[in-house]
């Protein structure tokens, strides 16, 4: 693959990964803002299932030996770590009575690392299958999934089922179809869908923005459950060119940022402890008062470039890739100093 493939898609998933915590950090102001609301389901359209597309597409090696295991390794070992931290930081900034911990019920947004596995494992049945009728079939299952009560978000299954096709989709794409969304009748057409999208979020609000989450069955929303599966399939619909919208405008030319792509595993683990301190602080409230929303897209960038900083990943490399070599490098250079 050459340098400008990697840069392309380092810089998207940097770009990916800022929506992901700029996200996050508006959800506080969606139900006093309307551009805000229409903004915020516009982002949830295409954030994750573009992050799952291109998780897809480097799942081709899925089939060479030691693949799960070293996935695995980097994923549910990760999850089960961050599973316990997540819900002992929860049970003292919440000061809830008893501190619980269910490794079955993903906390914040680990509920991706379980679900990133478990689509590699539904490649080894799809990946056999007719192209066309593997997506239909997914698509068909990612409907039908909503009928079933009990599931949930327990394991991260609803999402799993529901967000699979994105996957498989990924794992079909060849270099061609991302060369092919840089032209410019792909990205006039991307820059008029990414507008009527948002304009269309804003003028209808009244879709409940978690059916965009792809994490609870039908009857948890307020609808006609003989017709639930035309709201998903309308949002699967809208989700398509959506994603493909949002790849046409990432660049390919390397910027400060593209590195940066690198590193969304640390981000996307880290965050949500800086994301949930600031939920009902007083800068969240500062921010409303005085109608300073746009900070939040300065904040958020903050805060992707710190938890990517080598500081940040030096720290926290032994509990997300379980390496110490960074950090026997780094007390070797603290004594040279200290000792010189």
Known sequence: MSKKRDYYFDN???????FVVFGHLIRSYIEDNEILYALY????????????????????GYFEKGYFTKLGKKLLVPYLIFQIIYSVYYYFLLSEKSLSINIFNPEWSLWFLVSLFCWHLLLLLFAKMNQ????????IIGIL??????????????RTFVFFPFFLLGYYLKREHFYWLKSKVAIS??????????????????????????????NHFETDMTFAWLQRLFIYGVSLITVFSFWAFVPRQRYFFTKIGRYTLYIYLLHGFIIKY???????????????VW??????????LLLSSKFVRVLTQPIIEFKLANWF???KQFNRRLFS
């Open 295 to 304: 900070i939040l897209a300065v904040f958020a960038l903050s805060l992707t």
């Open 41 to 60: 389901k516009t982002i949830y359209s295409f954030h994750m299932p573009a992050f799952i597309l291109v998780s897809g597409y480097f799942a081709k």
């Open 189 to 218: 057409s991307a820059t008029i869908i990414i507008t009527s999208v948002f304009v269309l979020f804003y003028l209808f609000p009244l879709m409940d923005f978690e059916w965009l989450f792809g994490s609870k069955p039908y």
């Open 278 to 292: 600031f939920r009902g602080s007083d800068w969240e409230k500062w921010i409303a008062k005085n109608h300073s």
């Open 329 to 331: 490098s780094l007390f």
């Open 12 to 18: 998207g998933k940097f770009l990916l990964i800022f």
């Open 145 to 158: 999934i909503g009928y079933i009560d009990f599931i949930d978000e327990y394991l991260s299954l609803s």
């Open 132 to 139: 066309p009728f593997g997506f239909i079939l997914s698509i």
